[in-house]
């Protein structure tokens, strides 16, 4: 695969389709069977509760997973991210409701480099809170 954007067609300050994730009690148990990361705070309100937090709180991994989809999604080629870090700022916090946690995402293009690489920096908030900082990623564009 390669990036469906062109290089050419970007300039900096285009912002990237935003998206909305849902975030279950659900998924972080599938997550959890996925990346083998069983940490009961996960998972168990109870314990979550023990050592101090509001709920069980989804991976960090997970939620950076799911805004870099934002990314890929825009390129069209998951291949094209080159560079992704973040750092994790605050939990996603899931109740055990039928609705769970929802993680907003945004991005825009904050730099254009000579190889054809953008760098993307990303928002990602949930329940009013922004989740992830310096949330960038370096991408090969067509």
Do not use: C
């Amino acid at each position: 695969m390669t990036a469906k954007i062109a290089y050419d067609d970007v300039e900096v300050g285009t912002e990237l389709p935003a998206q909305t994730f849902p975030v279950t009690r659900a998924a972080l148990v599938q997550y959890a069977g996925a990346s083998g990361d069983f940490n009961p705070i996960h998972w168990n309100e109870k314990f979550a509760k023990e050592v101090g937090l509001p709920d069980v709180i989804a991976h960090g991994m997970f939620t950076m997973a799911e805004a870099i989809r934002v990314v890929t999604d825009w390129t069209g080629d998951p291949g094209a991210v080159a560079e992704y870090g973040v750092r994790f700022t605050k939990p996603v916090v899931v109740p055990n409701d039928d609705q769970g946690a929802t993680v907003e995402v945004s991005a825009k293009v904050a730099a254009k480099f000579d190889d054809n690489t953008v760098r993307v920096d990303l928002v990602a908030m949930s329940a009013g809170q922004k989740v992830l900082g310096m949330s960038r990623a370096v991408v090969r564009l067509a």
